[in-house]
Nanobody, 124 residues
Framework: QVQLVESGGRLVQTGGSLRLSCAAS????????MGWFRQAPGKEREFVAG????????DYADSVKGRFTISRDNAKNTVYLQMNSLKPEDTAVYYC?????????????????WGQGTQVTVSS
C-alpha cells in the first residue's frame, strides 16, 4: 500500500522559514516526478513545486520562485520543500504528490498519489 506522509507544517511568523518533508512508502518513486501543491481555504489546489525523478530538473510556481526550494533524496524515498521568506499568502495545507509519469516535473492532472497534507500558517 502506497503512503505519502508529510511533516513539518506549523505556525510561523512572516519572514520565517520552514522545511516540509514527504516520506513515501509502499514502493520506490525514484523514476517518477514528485512535487508539492497547496490549497488555501476557499481556493483550488495549486501547483507549488515539482522535481524530476533524478532531481536534476525543478519547476516552481511564479509566486514561490526564489523563496522555495524543492529537493529529493531517493535513497530515503523522501522529497523536501524548503520555504524561506514566508508570507501570509503562503498559508495553506501543503500536499505532497507523485506523478504517474517519469517526466521533468509534476502536473495535477497526472497525480497518481496524494499525501494527507500538512498545515502551514504564516502570521502577519
Amino acid at each position: 500500500q502506497v503512503q505519502l506522509v508529510e511533516s513539518g507544517g506549523r505556525l510561523v511568523q512572516t519572514g520565517g522559514s520552514l522545511r516540509l518533508s514527504c516520506a513515501a512508502s509502499g514502493r520506490t518513486f525514484s523514476n517518477y516526478a514528485m512535487g508539492w501543491f497547496r490549497q488555501a481555504p476557499g481556493k483550488e489546489r495549486e501547483f507549488v513545486a515539482g522535481i524530476s525523478g533524478s532531481g536534476g530538473n525543478t519547476d516552481y510556481a511564479d509566486s514561490v520562485k526564489g523563496r522555495f526550494t524543492i529537493s529529493r533524496d531517493n535513497a530515503k524515498n523522501t522529497v523536501y520543500l524548503q520555504m524561506n521568506s514566508l508570507k501570509p499568502e503562503d498559508t495553506a495545507v501543503y500536499y505532497c504528490a507523485v506523478d504517474r509519469l517519469s517526466g521533468l516535473t509534476i502536473a495535477k492532472s497526472r497525480v497518481a498519489y496524494w499525501g494527507q497534507g500538512t498545515q502551514v500558517t504564516v502570521s502577519s
